[in-house]
């Protein structure tokens, strides 16, 4: 590997950060974000760190599932702005060092899109096998994805009598993906958003939209047609990722990244390694993430795993088993109004752990010590909290809190103009808000700068590869990232108890130094590579490992 690899898979060591503009700055003072806001904000963004923006859906829609419900695939919604100022953002997004991606959903529409009116409205619609659609419900149904909101995935359209298919909400029917026009459609509103300038996209639900589940008549391989998206964006644009949700076990997940070959998906979050933290946070206790991570398979050199604590949905814990997911509900989302679906919770990290910010530290530490590729939502950089009374998932998606004055300075319109309720109590913006934070070199938005200055200058982490290092404490992680540009070893405490941890580096002598890179502590190894590190409660330490001779700055 050479150090300009890291230009070409941008990817692999990119800070990507997602934010709705709706919920993110109003420069219009409608009470709606708005892309001239976000441009506005880009200056910020780009101190921060970031290097990628995801924007979550901005397309026209009846907004039932704030905005993955589409009625037009080529086009702005008019609260946000227009394509003008999409290729304004991306533009200047560009000048700071910054790609866009964006969402893309393309298992459903809305039922307010103009091919699902024109499919419902006659059989014989040349639109009707754009969607998935069955005389009498089939038996073998799986459940919705959304229980005691939905009471199945398929529901009866009463004009032509024919149940149509829906995963998600009944009014995001499923899009026929093995009709070969769905296909072509696909592949044009792709071409048109790279064409504008987009980095690639977020591609939602992709387990789902893949012709798999014997909903359709096609029986060929789904995964041929992931090869062929990712070829049509890959031609389209060589740097263009698809970065693709994915909430599977680790098995399933190589083969969408197309095993080996690395010729499907680009990325893929990884939710078995963020519910096993949780896990390991509610439980004080590193081993259930460390044993996960030590299961993530080998995957090709141009894949790469998109690390999370937080993502824009419920915090989901469908991968624990019932008694695991209960330790977690009770240590984090012990009300009944903090938890949905039975599998996930509606908080954001900071108001779970009590505040602490040692543990809030911690796991931002851990986030962007972990082989991989960070992934943020917005607001965590400030530490913000959530609002329960916004209801569901909802709950994490309040407005940016910029300052401490009205609507949190995220808005000049009346609060019943908001599209969510802002923050409030000890997470309001008079207490979290971005304005004070970048004035305090001690604030949470700062210790956030610094993570990502070290990460972007330790290639290792988003190149390397992972060992976890033996050590006595169930309760620290202590691991290893080495790659061809250089090693890094990270601790992390989960406990109230400050602890000693002895360790074996391998490859180390008398003369090795581990240069802390949060800290301006240096160690050496002794002459057999063992070395002893002290972490404070909740401590972490990201540790360079130098051998004489290396011309890494530390
Ligand atoms: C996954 C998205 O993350 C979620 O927010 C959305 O509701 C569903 N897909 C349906 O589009």
């Not at 790469?304 to 008694?323: C, G, M, P, Y």
């Not at 909290?385 to 910029?402: F, I």
């Not at 004070?436 to 610094?450: C, E, G, K, T, V």
């Amino acid at each position: 590997m050479r150090i300009t690899d890291t230009s070409d898979l941008w990817w692999k060591t990119a800070v990507v950060y997602c934010l709705d503009i709706e919920t993110f700055m109003d420069w219009n003072g409608d009470g709606h974000g708005d892309f001239e806001g976000l441009a506005h904000r880009l200056d910020y963004l780009s101190e921060l760190g970031v290097t990628c923006l995801w924007l979550m859906p901005f397309f026209p829609t009846p907004d039932r599932d704030d905005g993955y419900d589409v009625t037009d695939f080529y086009s702005v919604d008019k609260r946000l702005g227009h394509l003008g100022d999409v290729v304004e953002l991306i533009r200047s997004a560009k000048d700071r060092g910054i790609r866009v991606i964006t969402d893309i959903v393309v298992n459903h529409t809305s039922d307010k899109h103009p091919w699902f009116q024109a499919a419902r409205s006659s059989k014989s619609s040349p639109y009707r096998d754009f969607y998935v659609w069955r005389d009498k419900p089939p038996k073998d149904a799986p459940a919705s994805v959304f229980p005691g909101e939905e009471d199945g995935v398929w529901t009866l359209d009463e004009r032509t009598n024919q149940y149509y298919l829906h995963r998600f909400y009944h009014h995001q029917p499923d899009l026929n993906v093995a009709n070969p026009k769905v296909r072509e459609e696909i592949g044009k509103m792709l071409g048109f958003w790279l064409e504008l300038g987009f980095s690639g996209f977020r591609v939602d639900a992709v387990p789902f939209f893949l012709p798999d589940e014997g909903f359709s008549d096609d029986h060929s391989d789904p995964h041929d047609y992931l090869r062929e998206l990712r070829e049509l964006v890959s031609r389209r644009r060589g740097d263009a990722v698809l970065l693709g949700e994915v909430n599977l076990p680790y098995k399933q997940q190589l083969t969408y990244f197309g095993g080996r070959d690395g010729d499907e998906l680009t990325m893929q979050f990884d939710f078995e390694a963020m519910q096993r933290m949780y896990l390991s946070l509610a439980r004080s206790d590193a081993r259930p993430l460390a044993r996960m991570l030590a299961k993530r398979p080998p995957i090709a050199r141009k894949s790469q795993w998109a690390n999370f604590v937080r993502n824009h949905d419920e915090l989901t814990l469908d991968k624990l088993n019932d008694a695991e997911r209960q330790e977690v509900f009770d240590a984090f989302g012990p009300e009944e109004r903090m938890r949905v679906y039975d599998r996930g919770i509606v908080r954001r990290l900071p108001p779970m752990l009590d505040g602490d910010p040692r543990r809030i530290r911690m796991v931002y530490s851990l986030l962007f010590s972990l082989p991989g590729t960070p992934v943020l939502f917005y607001g965590e950089e400030l530490g913000m909290g959530e609002n329960l009374d916004a209801g569901g998932r909802l709950s994490v998606r309040t407005p940016m809190q910029w300052t401490d004055s009205k609507n949190g300075g995220f808005s000049t319109a009346r609060r019943s103009r908001l599209p969510n309720p802002v923050t409030e109590g000890g997470y309001s913006p008079a207490h979290v808000n971005a304005n004070a934070q970048r004035h305090d070199p001690d604030s949470m938005l700062s210790f956030m700068q610094l993570l990502i200055r070290r990460y972007r200058a330790s290639a290792e982490i988003g190149w390397g590869e992972l060992t976890i290092l033996k050590q006595p404490h169930a309760g620290v992680l202590a691991h290893r990232v080495t790659g061809p540009l250089g090693s890094m070893v990270a601790l992390h405490n989960f406990t109230a108890e400050p602890v000693t941890v002895p360790l074996t580096i391998d490859e180390a002598n008398g003369d090795t130094r581990l240069v802390d890179l949060l800290d301006e502590e240096t160690t050496m190894t002794a002459g057999d590579g063992t070395v002893t590190l002290d972490l404070d409660a909740y401590g972490y330490r990201w540790l360079r490992v130098l051998n004489p001779g290396s011309r890494r700055l530390s």
